[in-house]
Nanobody, 122 residues
């Protein structure tokens, strides 16, 4: 069983940067992603990649501002968020799956972290 624990959220101002981390334990997996849920909205896909690396996938609104990567030795996933906007506010979740492609659907992922709050003030 995979356990995922996120950290790194906080309160920042528009234009600032944050780096989220997600430490995995239990076993290895093939695909990983970040999702987020804004207040009153459904959870949405943010970014995904595979553990083997390759071309990551991003939702349009974060393309060029966010960057997803992983540390194979530390078994840690990261989401670097730059030029943050108020609309980036939400609870951010990391997710893992056994697939070999950067999956973008919630149902594709069997393992989820508990979430970390990101609040961007204007």
């Amino acid at each position: 069983q995979v356990q995922l624990v996120e950290s790194g959220g906080g309160l920042v101002q528009a234009g600032d940067s944050l780096r989220l981390s997600c430490t995995a334990s239990g076993r290895t997996f093939g695909s990983y992603a970040w999702f987020r849920q804004a207040p009153g909205k459904e959870r949405e896909f943010v970014a995904a990649n595979t553990w083997r690396g390759g071309k990551a996938r991003y939702t349009n609104s974060v393309e060029g501002r966010f960057y997803i990567w992983r540390d194979n030795i530390k078994l840690t996933l990261y989401l670097q968020m730059n030029s943050l906007r108020p609309e980036d506010t939400g609870v951010y979740y990391c997710a893992a799956a056994s697939g070999s492609k950067p999956l973008t659907g919630e149902d594709d992922y069997a393992y989820w972290g508990q979430g970390t709050q990101v609040t961007v003030s204007s």
